[in-house]
């Protein structure tokens, strides 16, 4: 099996995903957005919201980034900030950060010519109702003239009826990838219309969805990305190299790349009088002063607990301030 080179760096979670609009011409009734991104015209670099270059620039380097993946939204409906994003992380990087785009659109020539030397590897998501007639349809029009530009180009869609369509199509891409088809908050009433069910109550994964791509997948280079698959490798790995970079000595770093670490209100006494005893009883690296709160090891906080009074509890979130899983209180 050919992996795309966008792949192989995901697999290693040095991608990072820069999500550079919500907006988008077509209405997919499977699409994964959540509303929270869906429709609306901000940037994210990870799960972190941006409005900078220099933001972006910062959360590559917190992961380590040796590429980055442009998603959206439609990204060809905002191609100058495309651009802009894509020119600052190969000028900082070097040409060397492979970036992959996607896109639901057919890019035009013009897009094209915009995004040489700026998107190393392109992404096509034709509708699933021109893959029947795929071969006449703009999207291997397109694929032809970018593979003549120098780009690499493939197909990336989601797992649904008719993908042996794609066929004919393989002879002119260099990878074709099926998603698994991905249950989520705004698409799950569309899901209940169709028939179709979750696979377990671990993933996201929708039941049987995998016979579907069977015949597409006796061809070298197509490749099935599962949904386990995001959730336990791509996602994890992403995690884990943010946090080997910014875990502070008292956060203890998960096996899912999360970072835990306990937080104590103080009830009485000075936020100063309580680092003082921290430092006292755990030394300078077990815990930081927070404006109101002292951050500390989690499993100091119980040991701190006869001294200190106040509101104690444990934080798991992603690195880096990234999104909180779960607050234990003490
Ligand atoms: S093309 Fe992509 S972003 Fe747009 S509606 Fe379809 S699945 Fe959603």
């Known amino acids: 099996m050919t992996l795309a080179k966008g792949c192989i760096l995901c697999y290693q979670g040095a991608k990072m995903v820069l999500f550079v609009t919500g907006r988008c011409h077509r209405s997919c009734w499977y699409c994964p957005l959540s509303s929270e991104r869906k429709g609306k015209d901000a940037v994210y670099a990870n799960e972190r919201r941006i409005e900078s270059t220099d933001q972006m620039i910062r959360e590559a380097e917190a992961m380590s980034a040796l590429g980055t993946g442009v998603t959206g939204g439609e990204p060809l409906l905002c191609i100058d900030r495309v651009a802009t994003y894509c020119r600052a992380l190969k000028k900082h990087f070097g040409k060397d950060h492979h970036i992959h785009l996607y896109t639901a659109k057919a890019p035009s020539e013009e897009d094209l010519l915009t995004l040489r030397g700026l998107v190393d590897e392109m992404r096509l998501h034709p509708p699933q109702e021109c893959w029947e007639d795929i071969l006449n349809s703009d999207f291997i029009r397109s694929a032809k003239r970018a593979k003549e530009l120098g780009f690499d180009i493939g197909i990336e869609v989601p797992a649904l009826p008719g993908l042996s369509h794609l066929i004919p199509a393989l002879p002119y891409l260099d990878f074709l990838n099926i998603n698994e088809l991905e249950w989520g908050e705004t698409n799950a009433d569309g899901m209940r219309l169709r028939g179709f069910e979750l696979a377990d109550g671990v993933h996201n994964a929708v039941q049987g969805t995998r016979e579907w791509a069977d015949e597409l997948l006796k061809n070298d280079n197509v490749h099935w990305c599962s949904s386990a698959f995001?959730?336990?490798?791509?996602?994890?790995?992403?995690?884990?190299?943010?946090?080997?970079?910014?875990?502070?000595?008292?956060?203890?770093?998960?096996?899912?790349?999360?970072?835990?670490?306990?937080?104590?209100?103080?009830?009485?006494?000075?936020?100063?009088?309580?680092?003082?005893?921290?430092?006292?009883?755990?030394?300078?690296?077990?815990?930081?002063?927070?404006?109101?709160?002292?951050?500390?090891?989690?499993?100091?906080?119980?040991e701190l607990g006869d001294h200190l009074a106040g509101k104690k509890y444990v934080i798991e979130r992603y690195p880096n301030w990234g999104i909180i899983v779960e607050v234990t209180p003490l």
Do not use: M
């Open 230 to 302: 995001k959730d336990s490798v791509q996602l994890r790995e992403r995690l884990k190299r943010i946090a080997r970079n910014t875990a502070r000595p008292f956060d203890e770093v998960t096996d899912d790349g999360t970072v835990v670490y306990g937080v104590l209100e103080p009830d009485t006494g000075t936020i100063a009088e309580c680092t003082n005893h921290c430092r006292d009883e755990l030394g300078e690296d077990c815990y930081a002063a927070c404006g109101d709160h002292i951050e500390v090891a989690w499993w100091a906080l119980e």
